[in-house]
């Protein structure tokens, strides 16, 4: 009974960190630091930077459960997170994402350089405190939360090259401008849960038309800077060509979203189909070294 309670207890802290969030950041950076590396890839660095990234990213989000811990009672999918239920106490969430935060931080000053602790130290910034405040006041919220959940992308990147140079800002931005129609689907789809927490997210405020003619610029600029990594000699010809079809696909289906009368089912299945172009172009761009 002991050996279950405390098996619980050690999953609960665990979900605390979002698992699923920094799975999604992991192959972003791990991408990144690929492309940079170009085919010469450093181990210990490479096992330094995953580390310190993770790390950094759980922080976040346990401090960000503790900060949303009011909203989060209102919401269905997150009424059952231990800091609601109170099987895990506010004191020992605050503690085990100050040690998870000064972990990763300590890992990336020793052993990595000061780009990636600007990185780091921008997205959880960002993540923790400019997000967490606007996100109860403004629908701006979902783009600075964009500016955080760019960071693991260029955290990867300039591990490897210590310098922010044209290509990290590219993929800054693509990353940027990818999370915009991925997150702004999730509003449509869960604009109920939103609506109930209070959380002004873009659909609850300016409606869904808005939000699909948001999402659909927002295409349109992840299909531009997608091109440019190309343009600018940083990915080749199967890069271009596969990422252009996709953005094809992705960009008139965001235009096919302003005629459809079933808004749920088009926002999961646009939802869905970002998770398809996030993946490929990680792909794409970390094994850039040996594709044509």
């Known amino acids: 009974m002991a050996e279950q309670i405390s098996i619980n207890k050690i999953r609960n802290y665990v979900a605390l960190t979002k698992p699923g969030i920094i799975r999604g950041n992991l192959i972003t950076a791990l991408a990144g630091f690929f ?21 950094v990213i759980a ?16 919401m269905i999918r997150t ?24 972990t990763g931080f300590l890992i ?3 052993r990595l350089n000061l780009p990636t602790l600007y990185a780091g130290l921008t997205g959880f910034i960002f993540y923790v405190v400019i997000y967490s405040y606007f996100k109860r006041r403004s629908t701006h919220g979902t783009l600075i939360g964009g500016v955080s959940g760019a960071t693991a992308l260029l955290a990867g990147y ?9 290509a990290s800002m590219i993929l800054f931005f693509i990353m940027l401008f990818w999370q915009m129609p991925h997150f702004y689907a999730i509003a449509i789809y869960s604009l109920k849960d939103y609506k109930a927490a209070g959380i002004p997210v873009h659909p609850a405020v300016y409606g869904i ?12 600029l992840f299909v531009i800077s997608t091109v440019l990594l190309a343009a600018f000699g940083y990915t080749g010809l199967t890069y271009l060509v596969i990422m252009t079809l996709l953005s094809a696909i992705w960009l008139r289906m965001a235009v096919d979203g302003l005629k459809t009368k079933n808004d749920d089912k088009w926002a999961r299945q646009m939802f869905g189909f970002s998770l398809l172009m996030l993946l490929t172009f990680s792909l794409l761009i970390g094994l850039n070294f040996i594709l044509p």
């Open 35 to 55: 492309l940079a590396s170009d085919g010469h890839v450093n181990i210990s660095q490479l096992c330094y930077s995953l580390l310190s990234i993770s790390l």
């Open 59 to 74: 922080s976040g989000c346990v401090f960000n459960n503790y900060i949303d811990r009011e909203i989060d009672k209102k």
């Open 209 to 220: 038309h808005s939000t699909k003619l948001s999402m659909l610029i927002y295409t349109g």
């Open 108 to 110: 990336i000053v020793f």
């Open 79 to 102: 009424s059952k997170r231990a800091l609601v239920s109170g099987e895990i106490s506010n004191k020992n969430a605050l503690i085990f994402a100050s040690i998870l935060g000064m």
């Open 158 to 166: 300039v591990a490897v090259t210590n310098r922010f140079d044209a």
